[in-house]
């Protein structure tokens, strides 16, 4: 598996509406527009910063794995995500490995990427996501 750089952090947030103003008006990010992907309950706003982004996550559900995790643990960092050059290679490999995965095929992410989950008992707690994105 080759692992190309972070690709983002993911933050869960309660809203993205309020609490974007930290990350644009005092930080000084730019958002590059928000996207619901349906299947995974969550609304995504992406901010740039350099060569990786950070990615707030508001449930667009009450049920939705974002809003359990608020619920669980409260807002904040909700998942670390690796650049792969070949996340169905990188899939084998871990399963090849022992690794409980949580999406053993990648599905669509926010942004046209394909994700994969891998299970945080695996990782110590972390909730670590692979992605594959044809560009930059
Ligand atoms: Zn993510």
């Known amino acids: 598996m080759k692992i190309l750089k972070i690709d983002h952090l993911g933050i869960a947030v309660s809203s993205i509406d309020e609490r974007k103003n930290f990350w644009t008006e005092v930080l000084g990010l730019t958002m590059t527009g928000t996207e619901t992907v349906a299947e ?42 690796f650049r792969v050059d070949d996340i169905e290679a990188a899939l084998k490999e871990l399963k090849a490995k022992g690794i409980p995965l949580i999406d053993e095929k990648p599905r669509n992410g926010a942004g046209g ?15 670590v996501e692979l992605s594959q994105r044809e560009e930059h």
């Open 40 to 81: 995974q309950k969550v609304t995504t706003a992406f901010l740039p910063v350099g060569d990786s982004e950070i990615e707030l996550l508001e449930s667009t559900a009450p049920d939705g794995p974002i809003a359990k995790f608020i619920e669980k643990r409260g807002e904040g960092i909700q998942h670390i995500a």
């Open 113 to 127: 990427a394909l994700i994969a989950f891998v299970h945080p008992k695996a990782t110590g707690g972390i909730l």
